[in-house]
């Protein structure tokens, strides 16, 4: 079985870059809107890389991304082997980063907790 090592961690960053310029420069449905690659894993084996991103708007507008790019999986894939100099290009699975929505509630909570502390006397 392989590690994930640096290499693999070069190829994820390769995959992340060159999967978000071909949705930007590329895909033309525009079910898919307003998204950011934030990261790629791939699989020990390399055979499968889950790409996570985020979106722009509300659960709707989330959920026509997830289908436009599951639907784009194969394009997206065929357009990466160009662009990647490997023998195999792993299979894409896009998955909904909510890490930053949830950064982004812990952040507010907190602001709001000192904001109170500040308005109590001691």
Do not use: C, N, W
């Not at 898919?32 to 690659?37: Q, S």
């Not at 160009?82 to 602001?111: C, N, W």
Request: proline fraction near 3%; aromatic fraction near 4%; charged fraction near 30%.
């Amino acid at each position: 079985m392989a590690r994930s090592g640096p290499r693999a961690s070069r190829l994820a960053e390769q995959i992340q870059r060159d999967l978000a310029e071909i949705v930007r420069l590329e895909l033309k449905d525009r079910r898919v809107g307003m998204i950011t690659l934030t990261g790629v894993e791939l699989s020990p084996d390399q055979s499968h890389a889950k790409v996570f991103y985020t979106s722009l708007g509300d659960e709707g507008a989330r959920k026509h991304s997830q289908i436009a790019l599951d639907h784009a999986a194969g394009f997206l894939r065929s357009q990466l082997a160009h662009a990647l100099k490997t023998r195999t290009v792993p299979q894409l699975h896009f998955e909904y980063d909510e890490s930053v929505e949830r950064g982004s509630r812990l952040s507010r909570l907190i602001d709001e907790a000192v904001a109170s502390d500040r308005r109590e006397p001691d």
